[in-house]
């Protein structure tokens, strides 16, 4: 079954300090995971992929298919990152059939 | 381009009714997807539809249902509402040629009473 796992619901930390948001993951074929993010009161948006092997606005995540794990991290927080974070995995159906399994969800708060 | 346009933004019905969501995605995505989304169940995929066809469904009941048009807008309907399908329903498009990044909309926020 495919499944992501957000183990915490809610994470606070303070500006400045690094911030991780960890995100697990089962699925039995090779994974492509995102990190999606709702700012307060804006639409859900693509923060990274992890194809891309990109940093956005400071985040970085990288899949380790050993621990099957997808964790966001940031080295220094900024008050503008307080935000809903939720790490999805694509599922591909046949002819580019696709859906997104998403975690729970985990909502970061940075405290000044 | 304007983004995924859902409308209407927020619908009360009682159990019982049926409903039909709207959304109308990227000009030139063929691609749009529904997803539901709980406090309690969280993000949900419903269906996607591509080309006029469903191409993908998730785990809902039949009450719930999908159509999209030749211009690629997209309607969602459910009937015989219940409590339990009180909800954010979110569309969301991607070209659809491929595994590509999703755009969502903001949703319509769905009550039922």
């Known amino acids: 079954a495919q499944r992501v796992t957000q183990p915490e619901k809610l994470l606070s930390v303070f500006k400045g300090a690094p911030v991780e948001l960890k995100c697990n993951y089962s699925?039995?074929?090779?994974?492509?995971l995102f990190w999606y993010v709702q700012y307060s009161r804006q639409r859900l948006q693509l923060l990274l992929r992890?194809?891309s092997r990109e940093s956005i606005k400071g985040f970085t995540a990288d899949l380790n298919k050993g621990e099957t794990s997808f964790h966001l991290k940031k080295p220094f927080a900024q008050e503008e990152d307080s935000a809903m974070y939720y790490c999805?995995?694509?599922?591909?159906?046949?002819?580019?059939?696709?859906?997104?399994?998403f975690g729970q969800g985990t909502r970061l708060t940075i405290n000044p | 381009k304007a983004g995924v346009t859902q409308t209407p933004r927020y619908l009360i019905k009682t159990r019982g009714q049926q409903v039909t969501l709207s959304c109308s995605p990227i000009s030139g995505h063929r691609s749009v997807s529904w997803y539901q989304q709980t406090p309690g169940q969280g993000l949900q995929f419903l269906f996607e539809?591509?080309?006029?066809?469903?191409?993908n469904k998730g785990n809902f009941p039949g009450r719930f249902s999908g159509r999209q048009f030749s211009n690629s807008r997209s309607e969602m309907n459910v009937s015989t509402l219940e409590l339990g399908d009180s909800a954010l329903y979110l569309c969301?498009?991607?070209?659809?040629?491929?595994?590509?990044?999703?755009?969502f909309g903001s949703g319509t926020q769905l009550s039922v009473l």
């Open positions: 992890h194809i």
């Open positions: 539809y591509f080309s006029e066809t469903q191409r």
């Open positions: 999805a995995l694509n599922v591909m159906g046949g002819q580019g059939a696709q859906k997104l399994v």
């Open positions: 969301a498009s991607r070209l659809g040629t491929a595994s590509e990044k999703l755009f």
């Open positions: 699925y039995s074929g090779s994974p492509e």
